[in-house]
């Protein structure tokens, strides 16, 4: 994808591994959610804070950095969202792709950097909510280090099948994974993401055993896929969405609430008999924790403003994404319950990353 006019692209060389997911549930967290903030640690919002530091903020370009490859799904969101907020705030979005470890490098980066508004994160569920259960020894601490500026945008998540495979629905893959001697192997885009725990969560529901084989990048997860290396996996709708239509994969069924539009055909889980398979992926704005309420409030403005622009609107939900852009609040509060939510799964599975 071209670099937007006003943005810059550096691509530091990481340890590669995409990942990504949450479950809609969790939109329903209001006082809950904002409990369970406090007792998970995130930073609370302050009003006591200069807002002196707002009013010329931006004087110099802005690092909005992302933690997978350029041309994956995430890093198609950041520079449309980027350009956009570039344009509105009078200063350039620098975009800095710091793949690797499910988004891990870009938000220890982001989490340790100066708070003064100047570096900034897109992050989803894998570094935020799963990551400090699924990992014993993380460089960073996002209920401590980061600060929710806005939810931006989700995914769902489709389960697909190599057009090879003998399932032609949810019930037909459930019976032929019952009958499987051995587990059966479930492509995951890196251990501890959500397409991983998805895989576990549906296995356990569906009476079978997975294996999960973790691959570095997604081009090589999807690769496997379509040569049926593996049996299935669970993508994100706007990752699927071309090699569904283009035929190089099967659909089976979505973990969204209702059809996708960009794939009307394909049934909901509900639908198929596992309404219990609800989960996806949002991706949040994030900024250091200590960044000046002031400049939070301007970030949030502007952010909620440019997802919700006609041609901004209109390129994400091409991409797959469907549009969020919520309050600061909103923000916190569907984290913690996620946070806690996805504890539970990880506890259930008993994975440990390290």
């Known amino acids: 994808m071209n670099t937007p006019k006003n943005t810059l692209a550096n691509t530091p060389a990481n340890t590669p591994a995409d990942m990504k997911l949450t479950r809609r549930g969790c939109l329903a967290a209001g006082a809950a959610g904002a409990a369970a903030s406090l007792a998970l640690g995130w930073p609370q919002l302050s009003f006591s804070q200069p807002a002196a530091s707002a009013q010329a903020y931006p004087t110099r370009p802005v690092r909005l950095a992302v933690g997978f490859a350029p041309g994956t799904g995430p890093d198609v969101l950041t520079r449309v969202l980027g350009q956009r907020l570039g344009e509105t705030i009078g ?12 988004g891990q490098i870009a938000a220890q980066f982001v989490a340790k950097s100066p708070a003064d508004g100047y570096t900034l994160l897109i992050a989803d569920v894998s570094a935020i909510s799963i990551a400090p259960a699924a990992f014993s020894k993380l460089q960073y601490d996002p209920a401590r280090e980061l600060v929710p500026v806005s939810e931006v945008v989700r995914t769902d998540f489709i389960l697909v099948v190599p057009n090879s495979s003998p399932a032609k629905t949810v019930a037909d893959f459930v019976k032929m994974a019952r009958a499987e001697k051995d587990k059966v192997n479930f492509g995951t885009f890196g251990a501890g993401t959500p397409g991983h725990f998805g895989a576990e969560m549906f296995a356990e529901q569906g009476g079978f055993k997975v294996e999960p084989v973790h691959f570095r990048a997604t081009g090589d997860a999807v690769t496997a896929i379509i040569a049926g290396d593996v049996q299935a996996a669970f993508v994100s ?62 970030l949030n403005a502007q952010a909620v403003a440019a997802v919700q622009a006609p041609e901004v609107r209109r ?18 509060s569907m ?17 440990k990353g390290d």
Do not use: C, H, Y
């Open 91 to 102: 200063q350039p979005m620098v975009i800095e792709n710091r793949a690797g470890a499910g």
């Open 237 to 298: 709708t706007a990752l699927a969405m071309a090699q569904v239509k283009g035929e190089k994969m099967r659909a089976l069924a979505t973990t969204a609430p209702q059809r996708s539009p960009l794939l009307p055909a394909v049934p909901t889980f509900t639908e198929s008999g596992f309404p219990k398979a609800d989960f996806s992926a949002w991706f949040v704005l994030f900024a250091p924790a200590g960044t000046p309420q002031a400049v939070l409030d301007k």
């Open 315 to 332: 390129r994400l939900e091409e991409a797959g994404f469907s549009i969020a852009g919520s309050s600061a609040a909103d923000a916190r």
């Open 335 to 351: 984290i913690a319950a996620e946070t806690v939510r996805w504890q539970k799964v990880v506890a259930a599975t008993g994975f």
